[in-house]
């Protein structure tokens, strides 16, 4: 059994009653911030949570959310790498 598990770029930052909060898709899962930094704040604690660390991409430099040591492209690049070596992450 996977317990289900947030991927990256599902928490985005919005106004919500007067504040910011934290959405999930279209549900609220924090709110109640007082600025943009204390929300985003509150998504990178939620992507560490969820096991993932902003990593530079070895290929192209980018910043992207690795889900561990054995990742390490981005996701273009990762696409563009499997074209060369069938197999590669
Ligand atoms: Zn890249």
Redesign the pocket.
């Known amino acids: 059994m996977i317990a289900p598990r947030h991927t990256s770029g599902e928490y985005t930052v919005g106004r919500y009653q007067g504040a910011y909060a934290v959405f999930c898709g279209c549900e609220v899962i924090a709110r109640g911030y007082t600025s943009v930094a204390n929300a985003e704040a509150k998504v990178d604690a939620l992507h560490r949570q969820d096991g993932l660390t902003e990593r530079d991409?070895i290929?192209?430099g980018?910043e992207f959310m690795s889900e561990g040591a054995h990742h390490r492209?981005?996701a273009?690049?990762r696409a563009g790498a499997s074209d060369i070596f069938d197999g590669a992450v």
């Open positions: 991409c290929r192209c980018d492209m981005c273009p690049c």
